[in-house]
């Protein structure tokens, strides 16, 4: 059970819309290494892990990740809420516009929409927590990517966080690997799947 504080983990305070900007940062919703794809393959992976502290640890990072869908989402939605239909068509953003008006969508920046394939869920812990790493990874260097392209600090200054917290993120999926890789052999961490196989073959 989640306890939903009604504000958002870290301010989000965007005086000037830019539809320019939206589309770009939109990607972390919906894209592939984004905070939707983050927050259900991190939760859909714990019922599977057999180390309830490694569950517990995707289960806190999952539901972080749902927070920061909601920084993302509130910074795309603050960008596009005052446009003007010849800022949007001067944009580029009409296309988006056509089918969702200024409803949040999650797509990436290429427009293509959100798809669980993006994320795995295997029910092996040494395979979900590596994938995991990786996609902290992926999220860091895309939201590296962001702040090159992007220079208003009302909007740097939230990516700047969830930018961080991905750098944290990777630390403690690497907390929980060793954790599995201790109740492993130490000789040979693929020896067998602590979650399927109930022994050594």
């Known amino acids: 059970m989640w306890n ?13 819309p830019n539809a320019k900007l939206a589309q770009i940062i939109i990607t972390q919703f919906g894209g592939p290494d984004g905070e939707l794809a983050a927050s259900q393959r991190y939760l859909s992976q714990r019922y599977s892990m057999p180390y309830s502290n490694v569950s517990g640890l995707l289960t806190d ?5 749902m927070a920061h869908m909601e920084i ?22 009409d296309k988006y516009y056509v089918d969702h008006t200024l409803a949040l969508y999650p797509v990436a920046a290429s ?19 590596v994938e995991d790493m990786a ?19 009302e909007v740097c200054d939230p990516i700047r966080f969830l930018r961080a917290r991905e750098v944290v993120h990777f630390q403690r999926f690497g907390e929980g690997l060793r954790i599995v ?9 693929y020896a067998f799947n602590p979650e399927f196989d109930t022994c050594k073959k």
């Not at 009604?6 to 005086?15: E, F």
């Not at 990072?61 to 990740?65: A, L, N």
């Not at 795309?76 to 800022?87: N, R």
């Not at 996609?135 to 600090?153: F, G, V």
């Open 181 to 189: 890789q201790d109740n492993l052999d130490a000789k040979n961490f």
């Open 135 to 153: 996609a902290e990874q992926k999220a860091r260097t895309t939201y590296d990517n962001i702040l090159r392209l992007i220079h208003d600090p």
């Open 4 to 16: 939903y504080e009604k504000r958002l983990q870290y301010p989000v305070n965007i005086t000037q």
């Open 61 to 65: 990072i999952g539901t972080e990740e």
């Open 111 to 129: 427009g293509t929409p959100f798809t669980a394939t993006y994320f795995q869920s295997k029910g092996d812990p040494i395979t979900d927590l």
């Open 72 to 93: 993302v989402c509130a910074i795309v939605h603050q960008l596009t809420k005052d446009l003007t239909i010849d800022e949007i068509k001067a944009s580029g953003f």
